[in-house]
């Protein structure tokens, strides 16, 4: 039987926390990686866009999180669109 419309999911809220979660590591990583990377001077080589590719999946995952986390509390709190 399919989820109505207004079923509560704790999946779909701990997939978003845990995105959430995982952001923040990952863009701490992001940015530890970046200043070694311009400290030894390497802008515009591998390293320094390897630390901009981290940044950009850190970025994903918040994004991601923060619209699993509003879809499930407009479910959750029958808010209409």
Avoid: C, H
């Avoid at 989820?3 to 990583?29: C, N």
């Avoid at 995952?61 to 923060?66: P, R, V």
């Avoid at 509390?73 to 808010?79: A, H, L, V």
């Amino acid at each position: 039987m399919p989820p109505t419309r207004s079923q509560k999911s704790f999946v779909r809220a701990l997939l978003g926390v845990v995105a959430l979660m995982a952001s923040l590591v990952v863009i701490a990583g992001g940015f530890a990686l970046l200043i070694v990377a311009m400290q030894a001077g390497e802008r515009g080589t591998p390293p320094f866009f390897n630390a901009l590719a981290v940044l950009a999946v850190g970025g994903g995952l918040l994004a991601t999180g923060i619209a699993v986390l509003i879809w499930e509390m407009s479910i959750r709190y029958d808010i209409p669109k």
